[in-house]
């Protein structure tokens, strides 16, 4: 079955306490991307990959690395997460650009 | 500041009427999207519009993509109970993988 994988589905985590989240696609795709969902604003890109080791900024990356070592995963690292970065984290892939995105179930991060 | 505006935020209908999405922008997008997503999942693509003026029907919903591709509407006919969630409007700017998302209209229809 053709999927976009999350881990964790749920994280409840203290300031300042690194953490990744990790996606996998398999669906060969070459592009992948990671939003945030937050009340009222809608999802908001963090940062996208067009293909491995190919990485760049959407527009809110501040906070936030990601690295692409592989086709298919594309893990989000909070190096020292913040309060303001409790959201609801998705990842996605397509196989041309932003176009037709799939995305995963998403990824609840609470930071106390 | 959302580049896409979708209105309206909330739309709550009886099963059987028809409604309107919309979703502006001072911006052209090279392509639009439509998604809609259900409580604790993670959206689900309806569509994609490329050429300005394209209509596109999906079983009782209709898309149109604005002839300057600054704009798209969602329409959808004879509502369902199974038509509830949020619909959501992104637009890829330069084909380049930044895609901008609206911030959602919530639909529910009543039976």
């Known amino acids: 079955e053709a999927q976009v994988t999350q881990n964790p589905r749920y994280l409840i985590t203290v300031t300042g306490k690194k953490l990744t989240v990790t996606c996998s696609q398999n669906?060969?795709?070459?592009?992948m991307s990671w939003y945030r969902q937050d009340p009222g604003l809608g999802l908001r890109q963090i940062y996208y990959s067009m293909n491995v080791e190919v990485t760049d900024k959407g527009d809110v990356p501040e906070g936030y690395k990601v690295s692409r070592k592989e086709k298919r995963n594309f893990p989000l690292i909070l190096e020292s997460p913040s309060p303001n970065q409790t959201s609801l984290y998705f990842c996605?892939?397509?196989?041309?650009?932003?176009?037709?995105?799939?995305f995963g179930p998403g990824t609840r991060l609470t930071v106390t | 500041t959302q580049l896409l505006e979708q209105s309206p935020q909330f739309l709550s209908i009886q099963e059987g009427e028809n409604l309107t999405v919309y979703c502006n922008s001072s911006s052209v997008f090279s392509s639009l999207q439509w998604y809609r997503q259900e409580p604790g999942e993670g959206p689900v693509l309806l569509v994609t519009v490329v050429t300005g003026g394209e209509v596109k029907k999906l079983k009782r919903l209709t898309f149109q993509f604005g002839d300057a591709r600054k704009d798209s509407s969602l329409h959808i006919t004879a509502a369902q109970p199974g038509d509830t969630g949020l619909y959501l409007c992104a637009g890829e700017i330069d084909s380049w993988g930044k895609l901008q998302f609206g911030a959602g209209t919530q639909v529910v229809v009543t039976p």
């Open positions: 996605a892939s397509s196989s041309v650009f932003a176009y037709e995105q799939y």
């Open positions: 669906m060969n795709h070459e592009y």
